[in-house]
């Protein structure tokens, strides 16, 4: 086990650091993840009922998000703001506002296509029944939508927890982060130290994505 | 459709870059020293993952060559410290954004960054070195034969300085630290040469390899950084490490951080006290 460098771990506070390296990383993407689900929802009804105008102005923004990688969106939030606005927002507030913004946009496709690939008869069933637009919607779409919904959410949800990584580029101090500082800080004591290290950082973010997995195989059975 | 849409992003692209570059003409972004006084807290960019001159120990403390001067101008100012996880590609933006008050870390002086922003005195050398055999060690470039060949790191600056100024050498380009490592123990070339704290820790570290040659070239100096234009904190700093001198603060900080690395040896070449001017 000595080769493996797993003592390093338990140096100190090193576990306690890890662990609270986890928690920054969950904190930011279980916020970003419960803005994105809300505001995608309505935006993706939006898009798919929404006018021209509506709709053209959803796609300026999702093309917005979709060209910018995640690492320009966090320097354009973290840096930008403060040279244009003054503001002097917190590494990890802008963390959450720039996966908020990605998680909206990729959530509002995927409810669009999710809308738009209910049938029609399905509304013109639902309408010749006598329900209200909202009814059909609420009642009709909405579960329809929600069910198809769920395998290309999980996909994101996982992808948004794994892109925490980059937080660590605007001074938020996450798991990565932390791995990376014992590793180097016990470069001479234990010069193996990275490949346990990395190993754990593996099985954390190994549980922070398995349990969403494991609650999406269980939705899709039940509504399946 | 799709046409429409790419010409809405290029102006809005366009409004927002004109927007940021409007913007940063006016306005300070920095703080001044009665501003931070005031605050109680000084703000200090360091890397947190660079052993021996910023990193983190395991309890969570920051430690380092480049820490130990952060605690002191945090004890002389009366003030708190909060350092600041920096990365070598965003320091000169957390200064250009006044999110820190003070860089340091490792920061090396160059002209292209003394455009965006000020330099304080410096504290510390870099020059490059070169490491050879103790059964052969290079002494001079001159020692180096028509058939030897010397390893560099491809991209580092030891490279450029050699293809630049002795073309006649022959180099062997490695792409990672282990590699060039691995191609001088297995005696593929007479000669190593890197950044001189790079070749000191190896000779240091591994038996049977001296440094010939602790600084060619070019002398840099690392000093400390602040927002361009912050007059009254760069003021304080230089006053702070011209006083400094007179307690060889920095030989001590050297002897509390870097001696387990370079060695009591490199001490006086490796340490700037007072910017360099006399003691």
């Known amino acids: 086990m000595q080769s493996l460098g797993l003592e390093v771990l338990f140096k100190g506070k090193n576990f306690e650091r890890l662990m609270g390296g986890m928690w920054t990383a969950l904190r930011i993407s279980l916020i970003s993840i419960a803005i994105s689900m809300v505001l995608g929802l309505l935006l993706g009804f939006l898009m798919s009922r929404g006018n021209r105008f509506v709709r053209g102005l959803m796609r300026c923004y999702l093309e917005f998000v979709h060209i910018m990688p995640q690492m320009v969106l966090l320097f354009l939030v973290f840096f930008g703001t403060s040279k244009t606005f003054g503001w002097n927002l917190s590494g990890e507030l802008s963390s959450v506002i720039v996966f908020s913004l990605w998680g909206t946009a990729e959530m509002s496709d995927l409810v669009r296509g999710a809308v738009t690939s209910v049938p029609k008869i399905q509304y013109e069933s639902a309408m010749a029944l006598g329900m209200t637009k909202g009814q059909v919607n609420l009642h009709v779409i909405l579960p329809q939508a929600v069910r198809r919904l769920i395998p290309q959410s999980i996909n994101l949800i996982t992808r948004m927890i794994k892109t925490t990584s980059l937080v660590l580029m605007i001074g938020v101090v996450e798991i990565l982060k932390i791995a990376q500082q014992i590793i180097e800080a016990n470069r001479k004591a234990s010069p193996n130290a990275a490949f346990g290290v990395y190993l754990t950082v593996f099985l954390m973010y190994f549980l922070l994505c398995w349990p969403v997995s494991l609650l999406a195989k269980r939705l899709e059975k039940r509504w399946g | 459709m799709k046409k429409y849409t790419v010409k809405v992003i290029a102006i809005l692209v366009l409004l927002a870059l004109a927007l940021t570059s409007a913007a940063a003409e006016d306005g300070k972004v920095y703080r001044t020293l009665d501003e931070i006084k005031a605050s109680g807290t000084i703000n200090i960019g360091v890397f947190s993952d660079k052993n021996p001159f910023g ?198 900080d050297y002897e509390a951080t870097l001696v387990d690395t370079y060695g009591l040896d490199y001490e006086d070449s490796l340490v700037l006290e007072g910017g360099g001017q006399a003691k």
């Open chain 2, 55 to 252: 990193y983190v120990d395991e309890n969570g403390e920051y430690q380092g060559y480049d820490v130990y001067f952060a605690k002191r101008i945090g004890e002389d100012l009366g003030v708190a410290v909060n350092y600041v996880s920096t990365e070598a590609a965003n320091r000169v933006e957390y200064l250009e954004t006044g999110k820190v008050d003070i860089i340091l870390a490792n920061f090396t002086v160059t002209a292209e960054r003394a455009e965006k922003v000020d330099f304080a005195l410096p504290y510390m050398n870099v020059a490059l070195g070169v490491v050879s055999p103790e059964s052969r060690v290079i002494k001079d470039l001159s020692e180096i034969g028509a058939d030897d060949q010397v390893i560099v790191i491809s991209g580092t600056t030891a490279e450029d300085y050699l293809i630049k100024n002795n073309p006649e050498i022959k180099l062997q380009k490695y792409d990672t630290y282990a590699n060039a490592k691995t191609a001088l123990e297995n005696g593929n070339a007479v000669a190593w040469a890197n950044d001189n704290t790079e070749v000191i820790a190896f000779a240091l570290e591994n038996e049977g390899y001296e440094v010939g040659i602790p600084s060619l070239g070019s002398q840099d100096t690392i000093a400390p950084a602040v927002s361009k234009g912050n007059e009254t904190l760069l003021t304080w700093i230089n006053d702070e490490i011209v006083a400094l001198a007179a307690e060889n603060f920095f030989h001590a």
